[in-house]
């Protein structure tokens, strides 16, 4: 590797990119830099999507997946299929990757739900529970009823994260024997069903206007080509929340919420909270059983 990789300059380190919390780029390199150890793993041989924010949190920023043409060599991309053409996406493996991409303004790490060497077979499910503005209880309401319906209806195993941002997102590890067609059609289903049984709280309605003020489950993420964030990302907002994995008896504390965690305050809750995902990977279950069972019910 590229002896330049061990000395990350940060340019502009005083550029203030949350401007309401006082947080600027030296604050969110250092986060990035110490969160490393926690994130990289989430991260590993996955394509990356970017998302960035040159002007910091109070402008518009953008999402990219192509990696830049001046990103130095040493930068591992990947190029992967997409319709009509090819995306080449950075491979964020190491901590002197991550640094490079937080120097060049990427707050916020979206990953794909497979890796490159199995780029068409999903090895995790995600739902991401998005509820109506300032209703975190709601969130927090259907995520115990899908965890009960994923795990003892269908024998899953589930984590919770939240967002960072206004909801709660469940996950489920997968063994990778499935296309993403496949899954993506029993995501769907789950989903539908749950809406179905509880209209009243909840609904798949992707437009906002039909939700009357109900939780999105938004299944479609489960798709080749889509992303969710990664856990430990920081989040485009003030205060810079992180998406953090969570116990699920921590939906038991009346004090969370989707922000609850920040770059202030989430090594303090890693001194013992650290390993909640550790084991994720070997949780992962065939779904060819969870989908026979699912057909059962939906008899």
């Known amino acids: ?19 309401k919390s006082g947080i600027i780029k030296q604050d969110v390199m250092e986060y990035y830099k110490n969160i490393a150890p926690h994130i990289l793993p989430f991260l590993q041989n996955r394509p990356l999507t970017m998302q960035r924010f040159p ?26 299929k997409k319709e009509g053409g090819w995306v ?23 990953i794909a739900l497979s890796r490159i060497d199995k780029i068409e077979y999903p090895d995790k499910i995600i739902f991401d529970l998005d509820p109506p503005k300032g209703d975190f209880e709601l969130a927090i309401k259907v995520a115990k009823i899908l ?3 994923l795990e003892e209806e269908l024998g899953l195993i589930t984590f919770v994260m939240s967002s960072g ?7 489920i590890p997968i063994v990778t024997n499935k296309k993403f067609d496949q899954v993506h059609e029993f995501a769907k289903r789950i989903a539908e069903y749950i809406s179905n049984k509880y209209p009243k ?16 489950i938004d299944y479609i ?26 116990d699920w008896e921590e939906l038991n504390d009346k ?16 001194e013992t909270k650290s390993n909640l995902w550790i084991d994720f990977d070997l949780k992962a279950k065939d779904i060819s059983n969870a989908q026979r069972k699912l057909k059962l019910v939906l008899r």
């Not at 489960?222 to 810079?240: D, G, K, W």
Request: charged letters at 20%; proline letters at 4%.
């Open 88 to 110: 080449r996406h950075v491979v964020c493996n190491t901590k002197e990757t991550l640094l490079y991409l937080v120097n060049q303004y990427v707050l916020t790490f979206h």
């Open 147 to 149: 965890r009960v319906f």
């Open 1 to 19: 590797m590229n002896t330049k990789t061990s000395n990350i300059a940060v340019t502009h380190q005083d550029k203030l990119l949350f401007p």
């Open 221 to 246: 993420r489960n798709s080749y080509s889509q992303t969710s964030v990664s856990p430990y990302a920081i989040r485009a907002l003030e205060n810079a929340p992180i998406a953090t994995p969570l």
């Open 255 to 270: 004090t969370l919420n989707a922000q609850k965690f920040t770059i202030n305050s989430i090594f303090k809750r890693l």
């Open 201 to 216: 709280i909840c609904t798949i309605a992707t437009r906002k206007a039909k939700r009357e003020g109900r939780l999105y």
């Open 55 to 80: 002007r910091g949190i109070s402008e518009t920023g953008f999402f990219q997946k192509n990696a830049s043409d001046y990103f130095p060599e040493w930068i591992e991309t990947v190029i992967i």
């Open 165 to 171: 941002s206004k909801g709660l997102h469940i996950a």
